[in-house]
Structures are given as C-alpha cells and as structure tokens.
C-alpha cells in the first residue's frame, strides 16, 4: 500500500448481490470496464456484503482484490496483513488478515432465532436449519458455493411463514433482544448491532491515518446498504424498476440515483463517477 499522500485517495465501498453480481447469475463480467478502469487507477475496492468471509474470498480471488472486506453485513472487517503502513489495533487474526469484529458470535446468533420461534409460534428457516443442498437449490449456487455460504460467523439470513403482519412480530422481538433485522433484498437477516455503514466507518480511518485525504464512494442497491450510503461522500443506489427510493436516502447529498440493478447498472454508475471526479 502506497504512503500517505496530499491528494484525495478514492475509495470504492461496494454491496456485491444485485449490485456488482447478478442477483441470479452472480456473474459481474457486465463491470469489466469499470473494473478495469478501478485497476488502472489504483482505487481500493472493498466488498462489503451480507456474504460470509468464505464466500468473498472466492469473489476477491475472481476479481483480483487485495483489499480489504467486509462481510456479513458488517460483522467483521478483514484487513490484510501488511495491508497498511502501521500498526492499528485488531481483535483477532487468521493466517493472512487482521479482524476487526463489531458482531455477536454466530451461536448467540441462532440461539435468539430459535427462541424467537418458539416464542412466536412463527414458521422460520435460517441457514443453520437448511442442507448445503437446500441452500444450493433456493439460491442459485453449486454445492461449494453453498458450503461457503453457510460458514456464517456473525449473521444468519432465514425466511419466515406469513405476511407484514409476522415480519413486524419478528422483527419487534429481535429489537426486544437487543439484535438488528435487516432485508438484504432476498433474506430476512439477524445480526448484533453491527451494520454495513460502522465498519464503512472502521475503515475509513484507517485509510485517513494511511493517506491523509480520502474521498469515500458507495454503491448499493438494498436496505442493507443504506447505512453504508450513509457514511460515504458519494452515495450512489441502484433502484430497482418501480421500487420507491428508501426515505433516509431523500435527504441525502451528492447521491446518485441510477435506475436498474446489477452489473450494468454498476459499471454505468461507476464509470459516470470516475468521470465527474476526473473534470
């Protein structure tokens, strides 16, 4: 990583489903002219999703990315080693990456479900209740891929039985226990009280104290992203076709609004940015 600099350093962070993947296809070759044109200019691009650390590092190892991640849903943030010119203080660290942990350990996680089931009489499913197989099938991914998906380690998607009505129920009762819902687009989500936009956070000061100047971007397409838009400079959300914009979005400055999801609505919206930062 390049020693601190006067002139503002860039910062891509990213949502991956629906966003830079196809939500169905999970392919991102429609971006590879952004990507491309991120590479050429040296630009972090840090993966900040709901997936699991397993999951983005396959994504990281296709996309060529050295950078840091953030996984489910602001769970953990994931730093290379020798990433950064200092030292900076870490709760634990694996082989090749320092960890920065906001959320709950997973098995607090699935104890909340399952008392919030009972409690309910609510029909519920999370991953840590479905087969590798099972997940294969109702996500779209191979048997590696679902594997992957359910080494979870802060965060458990699931899906319930019923209408508004039991999501409210459900969600309250999450609330009454001190944890965070959250719709990422295809699962209802439980987490700590960690989201997407604390750990933006986390590291955006680690990049300041790295270059001095920094110039944050963030692109999203869920609800999940929202506090992630909201910590950045340059927000920009990718609306699905008749969704309204989410109302803490309204207020917003310098977002940019781009109809469509996926990598092509990706890399019009980054390339149109990259753009109007260079004029």
Not at 184 to 207: I, W
Not at 227 to 253: N, T
Request: glycine content about 8%; overall charge negative; some cysteine.
């Amino acid at each position: 990583m390049p020693l601190t600099t006067t002139t503002p350093k860039r910062v891509i962070f990213t949502d991956l489903d629906g966003t830079l993947l196809d939500r169905n296809t999970y392919t991102f070759e429609p971006a590879q002219s952004a990507l491309q044109r991120i590479r050429q200019k040296d630009i972090p691009l840090v993966l900040t999703s709901s997936k699991t650390r397993a999951e983005i590092e396959g994504y990281r190892s296709k996309l060529e990315n050295s950078h840091p991640f953030i996984s489910e849903n602001g769970g953990a943030v994931f730093i290379p080693k020798g990433y950064f010119s200092f030292r900076f203080p870490y709760d634990r660290e694996t082989d090749h990456f320092f960890v920065l942990e906001l959320g709950v350990f997973y098995p607090r996680i699935i104890d909340v479900l399952a008392s919030i089931k009972k409690e309910t009489g609510i029909s519920i499913k999370g991953f840590s209740d479905l087969t590798e197989k099972e997940i294969s099938s109702i996500c779209g991914l191979d048997l590696k891929e679902a594997g992957y998906a359910k080494k979870r380690e802060y965060d458990e998607p699931f899906f319930l039985e019923g209408g508004e009505k039991e999501v409210e129920l459900v969600k309250r009762k999450i609330k009454e226990k001190g944890l965070t819902y959250v719709w990422a687009g295809r699962f209802h989500h439980l987490s700590g009280r960690n989201d997407k936009g604390k750990a933006v956070e986390m590291l955006k000061e680690l990049y300041e104290h790295q270059f001095f100047s920094v110039r944050t971007i963030g692109i999203g397409d869920s609800l999940n992203d929202l506090s992630m838009l909201l910590a950045v400079e340059r927000p920009i959300f990718l609306k699905e076709e008749g969704s309204p914009l989410p109302e803490p979005l309204r207020s917003k400055r310098n977002l940019t609004l781009i109809d469509g999801t996926g990598p092509e609505a990706w890399n019009e919206a980054i390339l149109h940015e990259l753009n109007e930062l260079d004029t």
